[in-house]
């Protein structure tokens, strides 16, 4: 499995952005897809979750409500929209994706930096 991420960049407080983790490879046997972020000084963090059997969806707790995770079966994409971003979203962000036998896929990350 491959993981292509895509869409992170420099946006004002307040602002949206939205990143894109396009899948490839043994796609079926995947599980769970999300995003990871990592702030500077700060330790990996689990952002967001999408299983593939029900879309029921998890948030951390700084997140929920502005950032929304979703899939498009059909271009084999999850998506995380973000809404009114704040500093402390500034982060790199990773998309991640578990296998059925729980064999964890990283893609490589994307820099969302949000200014004040």
């Known amino acids: 499995v491959q993981l292509q991420a895509s869409g992170g960049g420099l946006v004002q407080a307040g602002g949206s952005l939205r990143l894109s983790c396009a899948a490839s490879?043994?796609?079926?046997?995947?599980?769970?897809m999300g995003w990871y972020r990592r702030a500077p000084g700060k330790e990996r963090e689990l952002v967001a979750s999408?299983?593939?059997?029900?879309?029921?969806?998890h948030y951390a707790d700084s997140v929920e409500g502005r950032f929304t995770i979703s899939r498009d079966n059909a271009k084999n994409t999850v998506n995380l929209q973000m809404n009114s971003l704040k500093p402390e979203d500034t982060a790199i962000y990773y998309c991640?994706?578990?296998?059925?036998?729980?064999?964890?896929?990283w893609g490589r990350g994307t820099l969302v930096t949000v200014s004040s």
């Open positions: 991640s994706a578990v296998r059925i036998d729980y064999v964890r896929y």
């Open positions: 490879g043994r796609i079926f046997s995947l599980n769970v």
């Open positions: 999408i299983t593939s059997a029900d879309d029921s969806t």
